[in-house]
């Protein structure tokens, strides 16, 4: 088996600050040997979570078996996904900000037995729902829990409450015409529908306008797709949750906007 030497674009703070949780994990179950010591399980699951390897292909990198090495990620995705802030600490963090960005993005993942909950019509493929919260710079505040990939942007919003805490927090927020409806303090641009066939050069110019606000929330959904493993996930649609919220902690602990 050949084997080469690969980088992880995250600085040394995101791996102390993971390899620390580790530690203190280790401690509380009082866990007196492991295959590999803290700082290392925390390089593997930074590079299963950011550069997206295989389990196979840590295992033979770090001289441990394929099982150790699931065990390891899942360990350290479940320490980090309870820090995640919940919603209504994502709705105070959008309150302080002048406007907030609301997209839905889908997580591809691997074919399933029960298939026709997890398939998107609007992508043509399955995967799960996620909703995702930018501030006007585009940088990535908040994401949610994952949803089936049938349900419709605006029917996740509404399940996750995104509509009525943002509402509750007064925050402006700018959302595609896949939210037409949400109302609330929810913007959307105008639609064409059997009662307004033609828009006005007014109602063209605020879509223009729109778009170019909203299009700034396309960055915090590349952010967090920039997680490699994100591209396709190749374990069970459930732990989609706890990936989605460790690797939120992690981005903001890599950002400096995580406490600790």
């Known amino acids: 088996m050949l084997s080469y030497p690969a980088a992880i674009p995250l600085s040394n703070r995101t791996l102390v600050r993971l390899a620390d949780l580790i530690r203190a994990e280790r401690a509380r179950r009082r866990s007196r040997w492991r295959r590999l010591d803290p700082g290392r399980q925390a390089l593997l699951v930074l590079a299963h979570l950011r550069n997206g390897d295989t389990h196979t292909r840590l295992a033979v990198g770090f001289d441990i078996s394929c099982s150790t090495a699931w065990r390891y990620v899942r360990e350290a995705v479940d320490l ?35 298939q026709k909950p997890y398939y998107s019509g609007k992508h043509h493929r399955h995967g799960v729902n996620v909703q995702v919260l930018a501030d006007p710079a585009g940088r990535l505040v908040w994401a949610s829990a994952a949803l089936l990939g049938a349900v419709h942007d605006l029917t996740a919003a509404r399940t996750h409450g995104l509509v009525e805490v943002l509402s509750a927090n007064k ?5 595609d015409k896949a939210y037409q409806g949400a109302g609330g303090t929810v913007r959307t641009p105008f639609k064409r529908h059997a009662t307004r066939p033609h828009l006005s050069r007014g109602q063209k110019a605020v879509n223009r306008a729109h778009a170019r606000i909203r299009a700034l929330g ?43």
Do not use: M, N, Q
């Open 218 to 260: 396309e960055r915090a959904v590349s952010l967090l797709k920039g997680w490699k493993v994100l591209a396709k996930l190749r374990c069970c649609p459930r732990r989609a949750t706890a990936i989605v919220a460790a690797i939120l902690v992690l981005h903001h602990i890599e950002t400096r906007r995580h406490p600790g």
């Open 80 to 114: 980090l996904a309870v820090l995640a802030d919940d919603l209504h600490a994502a709705g105070e963090r959008a309150a302080r900000l002048a406007y907030a960005i609301l997209d839905g993005t889908l997580v591809p993942i691997d074919r399933v037995a029960d």
């Open 171 to 175: 925050v402006t927020t700018f959302a």
